[in-house]
């Protein structure tokens, strides 16, 4: 079992920048790839980031290249997702995952455990 812990969400202005957490714990954190999801009222849960158990690979979503960065420190055990020139429609629920099975994947359905989200606003 992993169990996942995230943290930082909140309220922030249209332009401005949080940077998530996510904590584990129950098992060697190198074995698996990190990604982060997002759930916005009304829409499916969606890929944001992923990053590979080294860190040394990175893969991100359209919607947030070039303004969003995923990391992770394997001697912490958590992963961050720096959100910079953050807009309105990132408004959402934001989930961390851990997937055991893959170097790394955007599909949801790869990922084995989740962490039970933090809330994050952006207001226009």
């Known amino acids: 079992q992993v169990q996942l812990v995230e943290s930082g969400g909140g309220l922030v202005q249209a332009g401005g920048s949080l940077r998530l957490s996510c904590a584990a714990s129950?098992?060697?954190?190198?074995?698996?790839?990190m990604g982060w999801f997002r759930q916005a009222p009304g829409k499916e849960r969606e890929f944001v980031a992923v990053v590979t158990w080294s860190g040394a690979n990175t893969y991100y979503a359209d919607s947030v290249k070039g303004r969003f960065t995923i990391s992770r420190d394997n001697i912490k055990n958590t992963v961050y997702l720096q959100m910079n020139s953050l807009k309105p429609e990132d408004t959402a629920v934001y989930y961390c995952?851990?997937?055991?099975?893959?170097?790394?994947?955007?599909?949801?359905?790869?990922?084995?455990?989740w962490g039970q989200g933090t809330q994050v606003t952006v207001s226009s």
């Open positions: 995952a851990a997937d055991l099975g893959s170097y790394y994947s955007t599909d949801q359905r790869e990922y084995d455990f």
């Open positions: 129950g098992r060697f954190f190198t074995d698996y790839a």
